[in-house]
T-cell receptor, first 109, second 113 residues
Framework: AQRVTQPEKLLSVFKGAPVELKCNYSYSGSPELFWYVQYSRQRLQLLLRHISRESIKGFTADLNKGETSFHLKKPFAQEEDSAMYYCALRGFGNEKLTFGTGTRLTIIP | EAGVVQSPRYKIIEKKQPVAFWCNPISGHNTLYWYLQNLGQGPELLIRYENEEAVDDSQLPKDRFSAERLKGVDSTLKIQPAELGDSAVYLC???????????FGQGTRLTVV
């Protein structure tokens, strides 16, 4: 079974402060991890995936297999970062995409 | 490119009535997903298609839910009869070749009264 846990439903951060959204997963095989974002009144869209190892909109996420985590980080929060963030997992060779319950990030001006 | 198109965007029906949702995936995408998203929750997979074949429908409540993907392109998700607890957002997504990004539609918000 594959499971994704996002322990924080709500997170408020001041503009300019660092942001960390937590994600832990459970999967017995090789996982592929993603962060999806949903801005107000917009569709769910991919933010980044661990195999790309790139920074998108200043966000990065590192897959830590030892801690089974894939936390999303940004050093300096911006107001436009306010959104719902979902961590998702897909097993290697398996197209099933499993989502966490999401974290609503609010950036305080 | 329009992306994944879903209709209707909103639907209000009385309980025990039937309802259908339609999804047009991105052209060329073989994999199509239907997800259910309850308020305050993440999307939960209902069914996944590879072309016209349903390869994972283990989470689909088959007593009242059905889906089809004729010719491996558009898909329809149906609920008959609808219950109050079916009120949620129904999301459709598609992806191309294996291990590529899934693109989501805007979703259909269903309210059962």
């Amino acid at each position: 079974a594959q499971r994704v846990t996002q322990p924080e439903k709500l997170l408020s951060v001041f503009k300019g402060a660092p942001v960390e959204l937590k994600c832990n997963y459970s999967y017995s095989g090789s996982p592929e991890l993603f962060w999806y974002v949903q801005y107000s009144r917009q569709r769910l869209q991919l933010l980044l995936r661990h195999i790309s190892r790139e920074s998108i909109k200043g966000f990065t996420a590192d897959l830590n297999k030892g801690e089974t985590s894939f936390h999303l980080k940004k050093p300096f929060a911006q107001e436009e970062d306010s959104a719902m963030y979902y961590c998702a997992l897909r097993g290697f060779g398996n197209e099933k995409l499993t989502f966490g319950t999401g974290t609503r990030l609010t950036i305080i001006p | 490119e329009a992306g994944v198109v879903q209709s209707p965007r909103y639907k209000i029906i009385e309980k025990k009535q039937p309802v259908a949702f339609w999804c047009n995936p991105i052209s060329g995408h073989n994999t199509l997903y239907w997800y259910l998203q309850n308020l305050g929750q993440g999307p939960e997979l209902l069914i996944r298609y590879e072309n016209e074949e349903a390869v994972d429908d283990s989470q689909l409540p088959k007593d009242r839910f059905s889906a089809e993907r004729l010719k491996g392109v558009d898909s329809t998700l149906k609920i008959q009869p609808a219950e109050l607890g079916d009120s949620a957002v129904y999301l459709c997504a598609s992806s191309g070749r294996a291990n590529t990004e899934a693109f989501f539609g805007q979703g259909t918000r269903l309210t059962v009264v």
